[in-house]
């Protein structure tokens, strides 16, 4: 930036007498680059300097301090914005109306003054208008206001309906865990899950979701989260187009303290670059024209003033919106632009472009942000009134408080046991920790969530565990742990009777090879390229092979001149 008698050089001599005239200098020259060296002298004099700020209105006062804490300079957008506008005169019209008299913003009234200036920079190699004060003027300006400026939101009284999530974040994801473990699920090509594996899963989740209509997973954008999240924290793998947990990093998830499970959820999101809020806000249309938002720069912005309010009191959700307009209004958009960003309203179809728009798409996201992550990693908790289906407050909770660095972590709840009853059921409380509820759904079905997840062991689960190579006295032994061993008798003899089955019928997928003549099955089984691949005979012209091996063993005989021809496969 440039120095005061620099800015001064190029103003034309109206402009030159106004602003000596707004700080009571007399010019003695007639000359503009006599005048301006004459006037850069003046306006750098400490009296002076202190004389005028001591003159400024509050709100010049305002804009000043908020270009000193900016590092001596704004984008001319941005400060327009906060501080008005600076109109433009030509040399006979500004002698004429002598707005310095009456400026119209208190960007003018320190323009007059001398203080600011204007100039163009580069920013990404674009010529971009800044605002700011000469350099060798800064040193002579009193200091600004230390720390932030006042955040100031509305304390208000317990509302009569209270949603606080807690820990069900955690608890929702072992079920998710614990449901790709059991079941064979096949995401899109998104990785996304299917129709059929969300309307399974949907009920077994503490948290509620609308399912009507669902379509995709992106409708429920809850359980979206959690599975991005799983992603993110490498507990899920794609092993052969199918999503299973990963043994070790879900495992060491699973057996960690519920306090550390939650914040590895919290910070997870936090820290994410790829979850773009903005970009599923249902009443927002974003088009991509190739304009990008920084989902984490808006994160961080929103939990930093979020970290400036206090704990366990009641927080008007409207009020702390409008007192992020106030003092971050750009929380989103740090080059201050509100027309790149193509945005449409998505019942109106009207494009939300501009800053007086901010309500409708700043402001929704941020009660985005309240309402919907920060209350489903219990950050927050949500207050609402009877006839009301939005929140109209929030309070911080103890995690949230711990997650902010505003408190210690709060102690974690004491592990209770399972109650197993003799009708087989499973009764589980939510202490039990996670990963012995994780490996009671892999030898049970689930049947309920709620204030307690309750399972039952059935044939069919035992049938899935014993293949696993996981023996009967090893479930039993689980069993008695898991609930402090209280195992009801009839249970056990129940689980043991069902084992001494186990394998008596057997059922496997192979492909079955036929020939015509025994002595082609015969050379089959003696050749080294097609002999692996026959594991069992079945006849003297007939054999098994495993279900994945037949297109390579089709490779194999094609080689070898043979024709096979291939049947419902």
Same mark, same amino acid.
């Given at each position: 930036?440039?120095?005061?008698?620099?800015?001064?050089?190029?103003?034309?001599?109206?402009?030159?007498?106004?602003?000596?005239?707004?700080?009571?200098?007399?010019?003695?020259?007639?000359?503009?680059?006599?005048?301006?060296?004459? @006037?850069?002298?003046?306006?750098?004099?400490?009296?002076?300097?202190?004389?005028?700020?001591?003159?400024?209105?509050?709100?010049?006062? $305002?804009?000043? #301090?908020?270009?000193?804490?900016?590092?001596?300079?704004?984008?001319?957008?941005?400060?327009?914005?906060?501080?008005?506008?600076?109109?433009?005169?030509?040399?006979?019209?500004?002698?004429? $109306?002598?707005?310095?008299?009456?400026?119209?913003?208190?960007?003018?009234?320190l323009w007059y003054r001398g203080l600011i200036?204007?100039?163009? %920079?580069?920013?990404?190699?674009?010529?971009?208008?800044?605002?700011?004060?000469?350099?060798?003027?800064?040193? &002579?300006?009193?200091?600004?206001?230390?720390?932030?400026?006042?955040?100031?939101?509305?304390?208000?009284?317990?509302?009569?309906?209270?949603?606080?999530?807690?820990?069900?974040?955690?608890?929702?994801?072992?079920?998710?865990?614990? =449901?790709?473990?059991?079941?064979?699920?096949?995401?899109?090509? %998104?990785?996304?899950?299917?129709?059929? %594996?969300?309307?399974?899963?949907?009920?077994?989740?503490l948290v509620a979701e609308d399912w009507a209509?669902?379509?995709?997973?992106?409708?429920?954008?809850?359980?979206?989260?959690?599975?991005?999240?799983?992603?993110?924290?490498?507990?899920?793998?794609?092993?052969?187009?199918?999503?299973?947990?990963?043994?070790?990093?879900?495992?060491?998830?699973?057996?960690?303290?519920?306090?550390?499970?939650?914040?590895?959820?919290? $910070?997870?999101?936090?820290? #994410?670059?790829?979850?773009?809020? &903005?970009?599923?806000?249902?009443?927002?249309?974003? *088009?991509?024209?190739?304009?990008?938002?920084?989902?984490?720069?808006?994160?961080?912005?929103?939990?930093?003033?979020?970290?400036?309010?206090?704990? $366990?009191?009641?927080?008007?959700?409207?009020?702390?919106?409008?007192?992020?307009?106030?003092?971050?209004?750009?929380?989103?958009?740090? %080059?201050?632009? =509100?027309?790149?960003?193509?945005?449409?309203?998505?019942?109106?179809?009207?494009?939300?472009?501009?800053?007086?728009?901010?309500?409708?798409?700043?402001?929704?996201?941020?009660?985005?942000?309240?309402?919907?992550?920060?209350?489903?990693?219990?950050?927050?908790?949500?207050?609402?009134?009877?006839?009301?289906?939005?929140?109209?407050?929030?309070?911080?909770?103890?995690?949230?408080?711990?997650? @902010?660095?505003?408190?210690?972590?709060?102690? #974690?709840?004491?592990?209770?046991?399972?109650?197993?009853?003799?009708?087989?059921?499973?009764?589980?409380?939510?202490?039990?920790? &996670?990963?012995?509820?994780?490996?009671?759904?892999?030898?049970?079905?689930?049947?309920?969530?709620?204030? *307690?997840?309750?399972?039952?062991?059935?044939?069919?689960?035992?049938?899935?565990? &014993?293949?696993?190579?996981?023996?009967?006295?090893?479930?039993?032994?689980?069993?008695?742990?898991?609930?402090?061993?209280?195992?009801?008798?009839?249970?056990?003899?129940?689980?043991?009777?069902?084992?001494?089955?186990?394998?008596?019928?057997?059922?496997?997928?192979?492909?079955?090879?036929?020939?015509?003549?025994?002595?082609?099955?015969?050379?089959?089984?003696?050749?080294?390229?097609?002999?692996?691949?026959?594991?069992?005979?079945?006849?003297?012209?007939?054999?098994?092979?495993? *279900?994945?091996?037949?297109?390579?063993?089709? *490779?194999?005989?094609?080689?070898?001149?043979?024709?096979?021809?291939?049947?419902?496969?």
């Amino acid at each position: 930036m440039k120095t005061i008698k620099q800015c001064l050089i190029d103003y034309d001599m109206a402009l030159l007498r106004a602003i000596a005239q707004r700080r009571g200098v007399e010019l003695s020259s007639n000359r503009q680059r006599e005048t301006a060296a004459q @006037l850069a002298a003046a306006l750098l004099d400490p009296e002076s300097v202190a004389e005028a700020v001591a003159w400024l209105s509050p709100a010049e006062r $305002e804009a000043l #301090d908020a270009l000193l804490m900016a590092g001596g300079r704004m984008q001319a957008a941005l400060f327009t914005r906060r501080f008005g506008e600076i109109r433009a005169f030509g040399p006979g019209r500004l002698e004429r $109306e002598e707005p310095w008299r009456q400026p119209i913003s208190p960007a003018e009234g320190l323009w007059y003054r001398g203080l600011i200036a204007r100039a163009f %920079d580069m920013v990404d190699e674009q010529a971009t208008e800044f605002v700011f004060i000469p350099t060798d003027l800064r040193s &002579l300006l009193p200091a600004p206001p230390a720390g932030p400026p006042p955040f100031v939101v509305e304390v208000v009284s317990p509302p009569p309906i209270v949603r606080e999530d807690g820990l069900a974040a955690a608890q929702d994801l072992c079920t998710f865990l614990a =449901y790709l473990r059991n079941q064979s699920v096949v995401p899109l090509r %998104d990785r996304s899950l299917k129709r059929e %594996d969300l309307a399974r899963l949907g009920p077994r989740l503490l948290v509620a979701e609308d399912w009507a209509g669902v379509q995709r997973e992106r409708d429920v954008t809850r359980l979206a989260l959690l599975h991005h999240l799983a992603q993110r924290l490498g507990l899920i793998q794609l092993v052969k187009g199918r999503l299973q947990p990963n043994p070790a990093t879900a495992r060491g998830w699973l057996r960690s303290a519920p306090g550390r499970q939650l914040l590895a959820l919290q $910070e997870a999101w936090r820290d #994410d670059d790829r979850w773009n809020e &903005l970009w599923r806000l249902p009443a927002l249309h974003c *088009e991509d024209t190739g304009w990008r938002n920084d989902p984490h720069l808006a994160r961080k912005r929103v939990l930093g003033h979020l970290a400036r309010c206090p704990v $366990e009191e009641w927080l008007s959700l409207e009020s702390f919106i409008a007192a992020v307009k106030r003092a971050d209004p750009d929380f989103q958009r740090p %080059d201050g632009d =509100y027309r790149s960003w193509y945005i449409r309203d998505a019942a109106s179809g009207e494009y939300l472009m501009g800053f007086e728009h901010w309500d409708q798409v700043e402001g929704a996201l941020i009660a985005h942000l309240i309402s919907g992550p920060l209350c489903w990693l219990g950050v927050v908790a949500l207050g609402y009134d009877e006839t009301e289906t939005r929140p109209r407050c929030f309070r911080i909770t103890p995690h949230g408080a711990a997650f @902010l660095a505003l408190a210690s972590p709060p102690p #974690d709840p004491e592990p209770e046991p399972v109650i197993i009853t003799s009708d087989l059921k499973v009764r589980v409380p939510p202490t039990t920790p &996670l990963y012995d509820r994780f490996q009671l759904a892999r030898i049970s079905e689930w049947e309920a969530s709620g204030e *307690e997840f309750v399972y039952r062991l059935t044939p069919a689960a035992l049938a899935r565990t &014993l293949s696993e190579k996981v023996s009967v006295e090893q479930v039993l032994a689980f069993l008695e742990r898991v609930s402090d061993r209280r195992v009801p008798p009839g249970v056990s003899v129940a689980l043991r009777g069902w084992a001494e089955k186990f394998g008596a019928v057997r059922l496997r997928r192979a492909v079955v090879l036929q020939v015509r003549k025994e002595i082609t099955l015969q050379e089959l089984r003696t050749l080294p390229q097609t002999a692996p691949y026959l594991v069992e005979i079945l006849s003297p012209r007939a054999a098994l092979v495993k *279900e994945e091996d037949w297109p390579r063993l089709v *490779e194999e005989l094609e080689k070898l001149g043979y024709l096979p021809q291939v049947e419902g496969l």
